[in-house]
């Protein structure tokens, strides 16, 4: 994290209710270039709520979004998408029967027009797949390799690099290593720290400490629609994290009785 | 990947081999193929597949019998089509419908393939496609004298169940049968489809609806056997007038018990058989005769039922 | 977990020792029209051996077979861009019917000039292909249903026009009524009539004997119907390979939410090949049309089927997202050989649906072998 720089998207006490029930109570988070923010929380305590008002599938009933220093409202999730927050979903948008370099340009395909035609440029669209795919550190047998081949930790980074490629600013991962085994989070552990090396601000959410200390500059926790604070990282230790995630007290208890494995 | 290929290979052969050799084996005498307008589930050409089997041996030659599976008449043009470039001696043929099977039929004639016209068709027709001669039964008129016939019975109004409602010439008989009865055809024809269910319901329809039709005229055993149904399950058979074109076993049957009143013959046989014999005589001796062949009419009444009874189905 | 080994856990996935290497040769052999290509070499080559000196080969047999593939391959393109489109359509055959029939009736019954007929027919066609998309991708439900009510429909009015309008299924003098038209002979015209004319006179193929086209070939040319079978099978080959569309049609069957998602528009592409299905029934009607010269109430009874079985044959998925054209196209070929093949080989006619039920379930079973090396399925 640079503290010098602004930062690029700011939350200001966002609120978000859903007719009776409040989801959001005044959520405030800053997310700067380069760093990877984790968003830390139990089932319900209202992260998904949160991101979504982030990408713009959800209009905030308070507050405002700050992006680059302007107020934005964003109509749909589109509008973010063009100003530069991209989400991969756990749904990833990704078609199995589909091959690697068809699916990372699905919806943003290469054009070389000939005559009125337009024609999909097939060798654009390899070249860069196999190079965006060696930068992460997957060597595809060819860009025609069907995704449906490929590992779940495989998949997540294709889908982070093709978030990346079309220039995301803010990288929205919800849950990216919930389904995954060790081997694989680690390689998705690794991208997200290759990407933020790129200076791309990373909104990391997950309801795994582990994987959030392992690759989180910040950690803000939230809990029933509130913002439990932001630490930095070597403020807080893993433990306390999961303190506050589960809301303090009732863990401790439960804790004590699992013999301190949660 | 190659086994599997190899698998496929041999298994297709396997299920291929015998059938063809078993068929091509047999070709020494002439050859000739009977193409029909009927689909697949069509029994009442059953008699012909008999017909020309029986002529085929008796004067040693090859007879095949071709059909489009679902009826579709554009289907059968190709069928013809594929006869004539398979260069048989002769092809026999109906003529369901002119404007579809004159171009394929007079291409075979054009070829040197000698043609008949059997069962559909009228002599103008096959005069204009080239074909030697026509047998069968002229529609129209057979229509007309089985209108002749129930008007003396004392019909008023009846109701014609057509379950090939695409082929013109058929579609003749309840024409012929209107005119000869000398009422308008206008409604009482219905389009009953293939299907025996819906056949029976639909004639049990149109009954409810017009409690007062006169009489009931089938077009074959494919409309005979559901409408017998439909009217032992109305109460009416035996009531009402009940005439069918063509013979089958439930029509024979329904003769008997006097369900049904009359049956016109037009005598499939003679229809399948005639023409493979004139075709191998013609091809042998040149020798032809000299006009068309009508196979029928032929009204089979509870009277004489003899012969009938015992070959419906097969060769009657 | 520390950041420090996490490369090393990419390295070590990259040589994972569980993937298999595939060699260059399997690689390039692993297509989905793979499956096609096998049976259309098997079926020559056993046609070739019983069926080979039954006049199957020689020009007129082979223009026989040609015309029924070619046949059997316009519908299919249209099939199958849709089946990888995720939908089905049900009403092709009744669109063909339909289709001739609203030809027929405008051009003869309404005495319209025979291009205005033509034009209008296709319009309408597109039009209703267009509304059954739109009824799918609006109310979701599947589109199995949706085309099953249209089979229906356009059925139903194929034979209650022309009863309403002529008393009448058969409506005839069509080829009169195009006479001079410059459209008609789009579709009922043959080309290369020339060649012909010369391979006839050259004694390369047969010619007629007697009659008044003596000493024309027997096959006179290139029926239009296979023209535009080629045609709409390099359209659609090119659509789909080449083309952004053609990425849209693959992730429309593929998984419609995900490729919401990223932005391709769905519904559009949906309702376009439902159009396009109706077009290419549009096409294959009026070459029936014009080379028989009527229309019949009972034109194009499960045409449907028989589109998707080429379709299937050729290794194209149900569920959609995946196929070929070249395969759909290689299908229609193999069902078209097969169909004619074995009345020139002596094969009872009843038996052609055995062998259409056999080959049919070789094809898939092959076909899903394919399917999962390409796409690692399981």
New interface residues.
Partial sequence: MNPEKAPIIQMRNIEKHFGSVIALAGVSVDVFPGECHCLLGDNGAGKSTFIKTMSGVHKPTKGEIMFEGTSMHFADPRDAISAGIATVHQHLAMIPLMSVSRNFFMGNEPIKNLGPLKLFDHDYANRVTMEEMKKMGINLRGPDQAVGTLSGGERQTVAIARAVHFGAKVLILDEPTSALGVRQTANVLATVDRVRKQGIAVVFITHNVRHAMAVGDRFTVLNRGKTLGTAQRGQITPEELQDLMAGGQELVALEGSLGGTV | MTSLFKKLMLATAVVAAPLMVATTAAAEGEKYILVSHAPDSDSWWNTIKNGIALAGDQMGVEVEYRNPPTGDLADMARIIEQAAASGPNGIITTLADFDVLSGPIRSAVDQGINVIIMNSGTPEQVREVGALMFVGQPEYDAGLAAGLRAKGDGVESFVCVNHVISNTVVGERCRGFADGLGVDLGGQMIDSGQDPAEIKNRVMAYLNANPDTDAVLTLGPTSADPTILALEEMGLAGDIYFGTFDLGDEIVKGIKSGTIQWGIDQQPFLQAYLPVVVLTNYDRFGVLPGNNINSGPGFVTKDALGKVEEFAGKYR | ???A???Q??????DDERIKQ?SPL??A?IRPELGGM?GTV?VFF?FFI??GD???F?A??V???S??SAQFALIAVGACLLMIAGEFDLSIGSMIGFAGMMIAIFGVTLGWPMWAAILVTFVLCTAIGGISGYIVVRTGLPSFIVTLAFLFILRGFT?FLPQMLER???I????DAAEGDWLAPMFGGKILTGLFQWMGDAGII?T???????GQP?VEGIPMLIVWALFMIFLGHFIL????????I??AG??A???R????PVNKVKILMFMFTAFSAAVFAAC?VM????A???????KEFEAIIAVVIGGA?LTG??GSVIGAALGALIFGVVQ?GL???????????V?LG??LL?AVI?NT?IRRI????R
């Fill in positions: 977990m520390s950041e080994n996490t490369p856990a990419g390295q070590a996935l990259v595939i399997r690689k052999l096998c098997i056993l019983f069926a039954s006049g199957m020689n007129q047999g223009m026989n077979w015309t029924v034979i009448k299924t058969i005839g003098g069509i080829r047969a007629f004997e007697r009659g008044n086209k003596m027997v390979t080449r083309t952004q569309f053609g990425n849209w693959f992730a593929g998984d939410e995900s490729a998602n990223s932005g391709v029936q080379e028989f010269g009527s019949g109430a009972d034109r194009g009874l499960l998925l997202g995946y004619q009345f020139f080989a002596g094969v009872e006619s009843s038996l052609f649906r062998f056999v080959i070789f092959l072998y390409i796409t690692g399925e």
